[in-house]
């Protein structure tokens, strides 16, 4: 008998609401009281177990508020691992960063449904939605539509070679600025702003802070933060959550300067 639904895979739906407001309400407040949040990005294909299982430890100590799970080219699917092994570890909340639907994980928290529009690829800014938009519905997670603006970094990042798309030039703040307004304009409820995986350059305090004068959404800045001064700068110019992903890989005392970072920030929130 035909079935007037469209057919789509089953998943396991999400059902068990871990962040009950929402982490989309949650960022805003924070952005609202103008307290910072570090986000950790594990990439299912570069994270062994055992490192896995010695950097969650650790995040008990330090001031980690949210996993991303992600990467641009997947290649081994470990997602529902990698998240399953948070869960064991930790209560901090699981987002998926995701390069493409095959992405879709229901036991994370929320998803970045990313529209990439600092590029002009409509398969990146609308067309791979319209594909994933009834697992996505099923899933039960959390959607946080979120407006992904790739910035030049001085070479071709996976990101931008996966999507066709050229980045925002680096020196052109007032564009990054108009994008984002637009973003927002849009209905787009977070910003990203991504120099991309393991950049030479992250993007630029004057660009973070353009942004931050144009729009009133949380704005989430990554790629290339490897060190406690640019996580600082990052912070300092504007951005909410910073993201950071091969830093922590090959730096085991990255972790804690970021926490130290953050947590400054966060304590002259508090006496302010
Ligand atoms: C609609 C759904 C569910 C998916 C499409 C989502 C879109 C539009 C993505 C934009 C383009 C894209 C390929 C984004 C990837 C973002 C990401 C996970 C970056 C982090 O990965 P990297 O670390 O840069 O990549 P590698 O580790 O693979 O080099
Ligand atoms: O791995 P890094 O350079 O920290 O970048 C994180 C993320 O913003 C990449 O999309
Ligand atoms: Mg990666």
Redesign the pocket.
Known sequence: MRSTQPQTPRLEANTTRRHPLGLQTILRTYKSYGRKALAV?L?P??VSQDGLSVLLTQTKQYAVDLF?V?????TDYAHKEVIASIRQHTDIPVV??????L??EPSADA??????IS?RNP???IG??V???P??KRSGLEILPTG?M?VDSGTQ???SY??G?TPLPHDKPDVAACTAMAGEMLGLQLLYL?A???ARWPVPAAMIAAVRAAVDTPIIV??GINSGEKAYNALKAGADVIVV??GIEQNPDLLPELSAVIREFNQSVVQA
Do not use: R
């Open positions: 990005l990439d294909d570069k991303l992600g990467g641009s080219l997947v998926l960063f995701p390069g493409n639907p992405h879709i998803i970045l449904l990313l529209s990439l590029g398969e990146f800014l791979q939605h594909i994933a938009a697992l996505l992904y790739l990042t996976t990101v996966i999507s798309t991504d991309g995986s393991g990554g790629g992903g091969n």
